[in-house]
């Protein structure tokens, strides 16, 4: 089993999804792998650009996959929005317009259709992987019951992303199982949270984002696990709009799945991670951890 | 017209459902014998599993079922069952065919189908009939009424676990068995391999816990568990003690073997032996039997009284123990063998505790754990100190740590030198000891002892770490310089291995291995010695006992072997030879979804660890019966069939053969018709529907079983997550179909929307408050009343439809209910929720498609549909290939079974020279005279294994049968219909000169010919049988009250045998067929026919009112399908006018027809005068027209044309002038013709084709309703749509508004999509005319007497099973006066008629008469109610009188019934027979 990878953080693991950096990284070096960060990398493509000037994203996006062929290891993208760039752009190197690749970014193509992007969730939920991350806990997690959301960019399109069921993932779900949480089975996880909408059409993505939550709710959940910082940005920020939105008031925490992790296997920062969420999710984690 | 050069009279018949059923009928009818394979058990395909058809809503089954019988019954029509093409050599006429045959593992010949097998089978499996919705045993068939109705076993061959295990213990089976609380047959399956149930089911090493599929998925199920569960049962409940012990051959029972050892290897060898017959003495060392069972493992795992009880067994059978009896000490081999044993077999297991080779190991409190356990186990005084050392990490090393535990010691210590991954101790027991206190250290070894006044002290040990992996594949522990430590210690156990205890002259007389074991063959464990073998520890060194029985079973084989005179090696498997098969992901897929319960693995109790290890009481406490239940519903049965045998012993008929393997077979024939059907499409892969996620979403399938009153809920209509009555109820349209993702199919599959239409009615049906909510794209009635049915879906029965496609579906978890979300008429999302989802599934080809083609040489198409020909639709692509059904593309069940007869025919064109070579007419002996006879009627009655019996009293039904008037002899048989029963029935026929047969037994719906049959064969006219069916009707519906049920059966039988005395024998007449056919019809569909029937060596007459050929084919110029039809026109009638069997009669009409099927006489007027023509069958296929348009200024602006206007335009090369509108539904589909004209949407699609083609820049807008591009022509749509062609929907009430400009008309239509209206301009407007019947349709029928449709058009017998048949027989119906189809539908329709005209034409006579009406003339008083009454217009009144044919009458006796004047009688049921039997059964008897 492959245990060194290159790892590209992108700028939501360093900014605000850090907690979901930290606790990624942490758990990651718990577990025995090393994440070599990329060198020099920049941009996936994924911000504002990919609307404005497709071709520009495309060849941020390839830059960063030269970067990796360097490595001539697989490159672990956390972030679901610079996962589905990267993965478009190799799709788009493999299969797509040669000239069009050509065109956005003039380097030699050599190496990086041999590169492969993967994300942690693809990464821990082998059977091997999962073995291990089984015996690592610690403190089990019964009690959480964790609808596990995936959002609508690490499952489709099917032809450029593909490593799960598209309709029903279940990677997030089976290492939910093996720290010790109860999966929840429930119908809302590739659906879309709003994304960028939230702040241009708040409206639109509220009533996305309440639908979300109110499904989780409904099917037994109290807590969400994410693998994406705008989902999560989403679904902990909004709970107040969204409770408005469904006259009753919607209150479960949003946590990255590995701060669950984390939580598990009782690494030592945890808490820290934790408390920058918006939805505390410290009367779950207290009443849960506490009674052990 | 198709050759062949060399002719063989027969045909193969690829799958055995609708369309594979009526070709083989059609075929054997014609004349040729018929092999009709079927990759099942049954006959019966996809329309077996149905429950209603539309439009009628007939049961599907009481349809299917009449047919299922005439095959079964046709001597002309071989059934092969479990068969697949493999391969076809050879040339059409002439073909050479591999069959691969599957196993039935019963005998169809024996089977009576009694279901005796069923009760006793504890294998449940999901029913793949009932759609997994319920659950079937592994033995059984597809469903009731299924042909051949002998049962089959599903059986995939031994389950993972039973290959894992060494003995090759039937795990699967014993697990079954368990749980179905069959303890002895468990436990005596397990003794099959293995005599120590109850001790491996404590102390086994469980290897079949590793492989178990089950574990695959999420834990292995408790197998070790379950046995001991068994064992316990059976111990507890006594089971045992009553059972006989087998008899004894005495000549074997001379024969001496010995064993030399009486643990796990010794015993089982002795057991096997003695249960073979020989007489077994073991040989033992000490005072008491079990080996290392006894003194190796403790009681706290394994009581002594289990082990008591077991061995005590073994003994049972007359196996002698002489205990106190060492090897070398006591007597060698040779001195065994000198006196009088035949063979020895050596199992002395392996005693000697192997030294640790340091300095201090001789010192007091040292000693080898063997040892020590022995000591222990034995019950003598054995102390250990405070501290305990243990040194190892095996069993015995835990063994020997908690045996000290228990015997007061203070602190026990596990020194281990590598770490606990690598402790080959079980995990169990590792937990076990760890939880009574036990500590380990690990990565120790020792060094040496300290030794104090000859007693230890304290134990020097070093630390280890783990090196490179050695040859065992375990990391090789090396000490850790200057880690040295010690351990105080007052008594050390050694258990780190064993060697084999025996002398060295013992050793030499053996011959030893290098490491000191006895060396064997390790197939036949014969050891250098002839007679002696040797197993066990002795040859292995320390295992498992489970590993001693399997040594032991295998020298017992081999001593047999030696003992008869066979080769050592029969029967003996290699050991390590069967590799366990791998479970693909697919399987465990399955596997996944079959799961029953999501239950976990149980855990096995325990006594708590502080109590128990202060004595030897007994960890593991066992399951109880929950937890055994549970436990053993886990089980996956992956084998399905677990081999227990049960269904074997319980079978009287001997049917059941597990020995039944796969076999090729070969077979010639001359033709082939491939009819394999489709495959549901797998909504699984609509991931967005949730299918398989959500339990209450099902697909329409599923929906169509739990219709069903056979279905899972018997016609209750439950959804599956709470059996609650559904309220709301959505089904999605197109699922699977009309999509260009690659996880569906692009094509229409072109019967859901009916199918859904006819859910939803009798859904509505089954509970009319039901809301039922349709979602679709476009609705396609497009068949004959379909339109109409569709209407009153909606109007009558309330069903809402919503032109709308939800694109995902969520699940309520609270209440199980479906939330959808779509768009409404409004463009605006709505939120519905619904308590179940059908999803409406499209068809595929048959998952063996591929391999079936690559095996018949015949090409697909690209979306895997073998390639036919457009005017010639049943026709592969290999000459002499034919395919028939929705095997070539998806369609409904009535143009299935014209494609069938249309495959038929071509068939027959191929081989009409061989017609009936390969045929066998039956030859009965001459019939006796009868009727002046006295009656002597003998009566049978029939056990029906318990079926009859097991209610009834039978043999007081014999014997009370015999009281009967008339009733000569009576006797009961087991199973009447079986073939020793019916040749009891003709014997006394025979020599009792019986001359009336009365059988008491099941139904004469699928018996009575058989029966009538075994008379024919004995020279007695088979009206001179009367069936009782005392079991459906008596037996089944009145199990619980055998009493009440008995007497029933003898007012039953007492009607029956006074119904015999008054029948009569029946003579049929043979009436010659003139072997002529006239088609009326000269279009595309008449010459089609008329051409076939030409091929097939039949005379047509082929009348024409025009003075050309062609019909409506002279106006088309181009089909759907590319076919130019003036090219093909005219060389179809170049072959018509130029075929000398065929005339042409042109300008020609028919004026009159009489007769009856086989020989008609009709007259036609001809330009040359009436002309009389004789022949045995007519085929209509009078055409039908186009609407004329009244609408949209058709006849008003010469820029409105037809559609075929328009074409011929196109083909003209003429420009449409501007752009084009296209307006779909003129004249169809509105309250004047309230039908769908169906090609209408095909052709305006092909010619905007055509016009982008041809000009790309033309802006073309077609105005439809829906469209109905059914089957492939949807490609035809999505290339339109692709080429820029506009489709703008309307609705009846808002029609477009058509005006003309000076430049252009005008085109106002509300659009849809946009909401609003839109105005725009063309050049010319092609208006859809539908299709009409022809104004002389009314005067044929009238003529023929053949009925019509409300629309006008001919009205066959039966919309579903005989589209081409009309209820006169011998008349059949082709082409648009049908109904509206497209060219390739007409030359199909034409081929069926031909093929089904060619069933009558193709005999020599027709018989008539048997059960038909006869009229008193006397008494009739031509009031013409049996003219009004009969359903096929039999009836005429002639000369005064009703004149009833009885070449025409069907025997209905509706006639009979309703005759005012009693003047009609039905034969066989005449009044005096009927009155008879309703007197007796009235009349009491007792």
Redesign the interface.
Known sequence: MRKDYAYFPGCSLRGTGAEFGASLEAVFRHLGYTLEELPDWNCCGATSGHAIRPRTALALAIRNLAQAAATHKPLVVPCAACYHNLRAARLAVEGGDPALVAEALPIPAAGIAAVSVVHPLEVLSSKEALAEVRAKVVDKLAGFRVASYYGCLLSRPPKAVKFD????PTAMDRIVAAIGAQPV????KVDCCGGNLSLSATEVAVDLIAKILA?AE???ANAIAVACPLCHANLDTRQFEASRKLRRKVEIPVFYFTELMALAYDLPRAEKWLRKHITTPFPLVDAILEEE | MIKAKVERGSVLVVGGGVAGMQAALDAAAMGFKVHLAEAKSALGGQMSALDKTFPTNDCAMCMLSPRLVEIGNNPNIEILPLAEVKAVEGEAGDFHVTLRRRPRFVDVKKCTACGDCLDVCPVEIPDAFNRDLSSRKAIGRLYPQAVPSAFAIERLGPARCRLACPAGTNAQGYVALAGKGKFLEAYNLVRETNPFVSVCGRVCYHPCEKECTRGLIDEPVAVMALKRYVADKVRAGKLLDGEPLPERDPAKARRRVAVVGAGPAGLAAAYRLAKAGYSVTVFEEREKPGGMMRYGIPAYRLPKDELDFEIGNILKLGVELRSGWKLGRAGSVDSLLGQGCEAVFVAIGAWKGLKLGVPGEDAGGVLDAVTFLEAANSGRDVTVGKRVVVIGGGDAAMDAARTALRLGAEKVTVLYRRSREEMPASIAEQNEALEEGVSFQFLAAPTGFVVKDGAVEALSAVRMKLGEPDGSGRRRPMPIAGSDFTVPADTVLVAISQAVDADGAAQSALGMTDWKTVRVDPLTLRTSRERVFAGGDAVTGPATVIEAVAAGNRAARSIENLLEGRPLVEGQNPAEAEALPSVSDETLEEARARMRSKACRQAMPEAPARERAADFREVALGFDDAAALAEAERCLACGICSDCGQCAAACEAGAVNYDDAEREETIDVGAIILATGFEPYDATRAGEYGYGRYANVVTSLEFERILSASGPTFGHVERPSDGKAPRRIAFIQCVGSRSVTDAANPWCSGVCCMYSTKEAIIAKEHAPDTEVTVFFIDIRAHGKGYERYRDSAEKVHGVRYVRSMPSTVKEIKRTGNLALRYAGDDGKLVDAEFDLVVLAVGLEPARDAKAAAEALGIALDPHGFPETKESSPADTSREGVFAAGTAAEPKDIPESVITASAAAARAGELLAGARGSEIRPEVFPREREVASDQERIGVFVCHCGSNIAGVVDVDGLAKYAATLPGVAAAEDLMYACSPDGLERIRKAIRELGLNRVVVSSCSPRTHEPIFRRALREEGLNPYLFELANIRDQCAWVHRSDAAAATSKARDLLRASVARARFLEPLHDTEVEVTAHALVVGGGAAGMTAALSLAGQRFGVTLVEKEKALGGNLRDLRQSVGGLDFERYLAALTKAVTSNPKIQVLAESRLIEQSGYVGNFESVISTPAGEVAVRHGVTIIATGAEEYAPTEYLFGKDARVVTQRQFEQGLAEGRAAGGAVAMIQCVGSRDDSRPYCSRVCCSEAVKNALESKRRSPETPVYILYRDVRTYGFKEELYRKAREAGVLFIRYTPERKPEVTAAGDGLMIRVFDHDLGEEVEFAVGTLVLSAGIVPRPDAGEVARLMKLPLTQDGFFLEAHMKLRPVDFATEGVYLAGLAHGPKLFDESAAQALAAAGRAATVLSKKTVSVGGSVAVVDEDLCAACLTCVRLCPYEVPVIKDGAAKIEPAKCQGCGVCAGACPAKAIQLLHFKDAQVVAAARALVAGGD
């Open positions: 069921d598209t309709e029903n089975d429930w119908s809302w499904g409904e099917a037994g």
